[in-house]
């Protein structure tokens, strides 16, 4: 890269997310001092326009991802793994074995990965002091295990909703309600992953706030499989039932896309060559422009003269504003994501797709002077829109509850609560949530996220605290559970108990 000395202002935006750091501001100019690999990173964040590609720079291309880098003899690109070796483009470090990371991965003991019996039935224990309701022994594969269950009430629990839509629901951080004599604050809505929308309902802020018990109330309706309807500040109304798909606004979405507009791109660039001249994927996370594309290149598709509108990522890849839009943008019109077009280079009849992820909705152009006239697809651009469309998975709507069993609910279990807490995060003792297995939060005390829909409905229950009533166990070996301090005048054989559980 170069610098314009005369747009150049000295903020230092380029040094600061410079990869390789070779970008120093100096004497209130940015001064590219060290290793350039042309990654484009300083380009994208400096206000001026001052950074350029620099026609001089000698390196070879690096094609493992979309940044392109074009790295000199002897040094790294961007992301520190490639690396130019006499030439040639090699990937530094060395392959890894199982072995080498056993440790770290910690998969634990096998004979105590499920417990003998479940929590679910078994009862609260109160004051927290006393042993738990039933603390098990039996043998696995030679082995004695000991399993505490307990009905433990978790007063500081949430719920994390996925879901599978592209439809638009509101900005990230906006709160959440629902109406219930009244608007109450359940969540907010948190960032989107691929292909859905997230949103936090619950944690300790809100169901010790005023409107705690509304919304206790609301997600434990959705543990049970109950709907319930969601309103985002100034966003969209919701109605969610777990394992169905969402319906925002009043539209049911029926499927998840099978990737952003990049990677449909990737996936089916073979078929896409034929299907137009030029195709445009609209996706409210990266939308993709077919003939400037990694993929589309590689198949010696030439570039068209079409430029569309967004902040572009790396070639053919561009974040558009988020909307009601077409896939999740801003973008009502499909013509209106174009930017301007090269119209002395367009020869009449030219095709052009342009498309959302899921292929449900799509429009065929074909250029007549200066303009693009909707037109009849052809059968091949009706055939990447056929896989398109076969390709995309039902959309469901799903949760994790989020809870901690690293206060009193431990008591039950041990007298020494810390030993506990080690020996879950050595994999000592495995903890199961109504027979699911959780995964467990690395760092202090027991925090956990589990799928709901493993959890037998009717065994979350609900107390006006508020918290919510959660099936526990513990499983681990007779010799960790003394080693832990646990309650051992409690231990009955788990033949016996279930026989009682049977008479």
């Not at 409905?457 to 559970?481: H, K």
Request: proline share 5%; net charge neutral.
């Amino acid at each position: 890269m170069k610098v314009d000395l005369s747009k150049c202002k000295g903020c230092g935006l380029c040094e600061e997310v410079c990869p390789l750091e070779a970008i120093h501001v100096k004497e209130k100019k940015a001064n590219i001092d060290g290793i350039c690999c042309e990654c484009k990173t300083c380009a994208k964040v400096c206000p001026e326009g001052a950074l350029l590609p620099d026609e001089r720079h000698e390196g070879i291309q690096c094609d493992a991802c979309p940044v392109m880098c074009s790295i000199p003899e002897g040094y790294f690109g961007a992301c520190k793994r490639y690396f130019n070796e006499n030439g040639r483009i090699v990937r530094k470090g060395r392959i890894h074995t199982y072995e080498e990371v056993e440790e770290l991965v910690r998969e634990g003991d096998t004979a105590v990965e499920r417990p003998l019996i479940l929590g679910i039935g078994s009862g609260t224990t109160y004051p927290d002091f006393r042993p738990s309701p039933f603390i098990v022994q039996g043998q696995r594969e030679g082995v004695e295990i000991v399993t505490v269950v307990t009905e433990a009430p978790l007063s500081y629990s949430g719920l994390k909703l996925k879901l599978d839509t592209d439809f638009y629901i509101g900005e990230e951080g906006k709160n959440v309600y629902i109406k219930r004599r009244g608007k109450r604050k359940v969540g907010h809505v948190c960032s989107e992953e691929y292909g859905s929308k997230m949103i936090s309902l619950g944690g300790v802020n809100i169901l010790t706030s005023k409107d705690g018990l509304f919304a206790a109330k609301a997600i434990h309706e959705i543990l049970c499989g109950k709907k319930v309807t969601l309103y985002v500040d100034e966003g969209a109304e919701v109605e969610i039932t777990l394992g169905e798909p969402p319906i925002v606004d009043g539209k049911r979405e029926e499927v998840m896309r099978v990737g952003c507009g990049s990677a449909t791109t990737g996936l089916f660039a073979p078929l896409m060559m034929h299907a137009a001249d030029e195709i445009i994927i609209l996706d409210g996370h990266i939308t993709g422009l077919f003939s400037e594309h990694p993929s589309g290149k590689y198949l010696g598709k030439k570039r068209s003269p079409i430029h569309i509108k967004g902040k572009k990522s790396t070639d053919g890849r561009y974040f558009l504003n988020k909307g009601r839009g077409i896939g999740g943008t801003d973008i009502e019109r499909p013509l209106d994501i174009i930017d301007h077009v090269e119209w002395e280079k367009v020869k009449d009849g030219m095709s052009l797709l342009i498309t959302e992820t899921t292929g449900r909705f799509y429009a065929f152009y074909r250029a007549k002077g200066r303009d693009f006239i909707e037109s009849t697809p052809t059968e091949e651009a009706l055939r990447f829109l056929e896989l398109l469309r076969n390709s995309c998975e039902r959309s469901r709507t799903t949760a994790v509850l989020s809870a901690g069993v690293g206060g009193s609910a431990r008591a039950g279990v041990t007298k020494n609560p810390l030993k506990l807490t080690r020996a879950v995060h050595e994999g000592k003792v495995k903890i199961t949530i109504g027979g699911a297995k959780p995964f467990i939060f690395p760092g202090g005390g027991i925090n956990f996220l589990v799928d709901v829909e493993k959890i037998k409905y009717g065994s979350i229950f609900l107390s006006p605290t508020p918290s919510f009533i959660i099936p526990i166990e513990y499983t681990m070996r007779r010799e960790t559970f003394e080693e832990i301090g646990g309650h051992i005048e409690a231990i009955r054989p788990v033949e016996e108990v279930l026989g009682l559980k049977k008479g």
